[in-house]
């Protein structure tokens, strides 16, 4: 099994940046594949960043240029460091980890953080 727990977010005004953590606990092994995804009220879950085990990001459109996923291996810890904030950007965020990127399916999530840009 494995825990994820989500930091960093936090009300901020449009322009300003912010960096959310995501610590992993348990059976690791199973999360060589790590993800952000973000949903706002009323909006479809989507997913924004993805990042292999061997360090390959992938991006959606809206958050190209803007946000970088990283990890920290060691510590077990993938980041999401966004800049620029929109208010478009408020949402709730989620950590994701499934044991590899071909995987359909995440397998584990986290509870969340929340971001708001006004």
């Known amino acids: 099994q494995v825990q994820l727990v989500e930091s960093g977010g936090d009300s901020v005004a449009a322009g300003d940046s912010l960096t959310l953590s995501c610590s992993a606990t348990?059976?690791?092994?199973?999360?060589?594949?790590m993800g952000w995804f973000r949903q706002s009220p009323g909006m479809e879950r989507e997913g924004i960043a993805s990042?292999?085990?061997?360090?390959?990001?992938l991006y959606i459109d809206s958050v190209k240029g803007r946000f970088t996923i990283s990890q920290d291996i060691a510590k077990n810890t993938v980041y999401l460091q966004m800049n620029n904030l929109r208010p478009d950007d408020t949402a709730m965020y989620y950590c994701?980890?499934?044991?590899?990127?071909?995987?359909?399916?995440?397998?584990?999530w986290g509870q969340g953080t929340q971001v708001t840009v006004s």
């Open positions: 994701a980890a499934k044991r590899q990127c071909s995987d359909a399916e995440w397998t584990y």
């Open positions: 348990g059976y690791t092994d199973g999360t060589a594949c």
């Open positions: 990042i292999t085990y061997e360090g390959v990001t």
